[in-house]
């Protein structure tokens, strides 16, 4: 997408439409305003010139992820990450979002009535008991009416210094089904342990499946996956459609 010699009031209706018209974009046009993309504000602030509204474009390009690119003919907001990354927070499986820190892609889904755990990583004890068993801690099967969903995903270090991912510490990591109802991962299988990834250096990634157990009848519709370090202030949801 390009921008070139754009009245401010142009601009934002623009970038409004970047990712498919999923996000709004609203401002009042008075100096010293804010910017809100679908109702939550940004760091972005409105300059009054001549009597209409700016925003720098590198800011509009930060607020949606992307990158400002000199071009022969002006500027491109090139997406972050790749061909295939997708601005903001929201895709489906084969997307790779990135939220200012950590990409992430949900590689694949699939359901199945038993489960092996493969290399590191582990199921926890107090979240599978219910819904599954296990005679060796390694072999689990789902109990009558349930089944396994196991999704596999890659995540990927966007920030400066190295990281482990902190898979088990995702306060919203769910499935969510077409009736209402949230599901939460039982456990990963994932170099470094049940807990957390190894530590991954800036640009490393790393695979890694999260297991979920759900009613055999139950229509999921959507992952939610919390993208946060080992010790996070501000970690983001990332959601699937699935």
């Known amino acids: 997408m390009q921008y070139r010699n754009l009245p401010g009031a ?4 623009l970038a409004g439409m970047m990712g498919g018209g999923a996000l709004t974009v609203c401002a009042a046009a008075v100096a010293g305003s804010r910017i809100l993309v679908d109702g939550s504000a940004t760091t972005m602030e409105v300059r009054m010139i001549a009597g209409r509204p700016y925003v720098p474009l590198n800011e509009i390009a930060r607020a949606f992820g992307r990158n400002v690119q000199k071009s022969p003919t002006g ?3 090139a997406i972050s990450g790749g061909a295939n990354a997708v601005s903001g927070l929201r895709g489906k499986v084969g997307d790779l979002l ?3 820190k950590w990409r992430f892609k949900a590689i694949s889904v699939t359901r199945s009535a038993n489960y092996t755990l ?3 990583g582990g199921l926890d004890y107090a979240r599978y008991n219910s819904v599954a068993e296990s005679a060796d801690a390694k072999t689990f099967t789902a109990k009558d009416g349930n089944e396994f969903v196991l999704v596999r995903c890659l995540v990927k270090n966007g920030q400066k210094s190295s990281q482990a991912f902190g898979s088990h510490y995702g306060a919203n990591t769910a499935l969510a089904d077409d009736q209402g109802s949230s599901y939460r991962p039982v456990g990963f299988q994932q170099a470094g342990g049940m807990i957390v990834t190894k530590e991954l250096i800036p640009g ?4 890694l499946t999260a297991v979920f157990v759900v009613p055999k009848t139950a229509k999921i519709t959507s992952l939610v996956f919390t993208l946060t370090n080992i010790s996070d202030d501000k970690p983001a949801d990332v959601r699937i459609a699935l």
Do not use: K
Not at 204 to 207: D, R
């Open 10 to 13: 142009i601009g934002l209706a």
């Open 75 to 77: 500027y491109t907001l």
């Open 98 to 100: 990135f939220d200012g």
């Open 118 to 120: 493969a290399g590191e």
């Open 204 to 207: 490393a990634s790393q695979e």
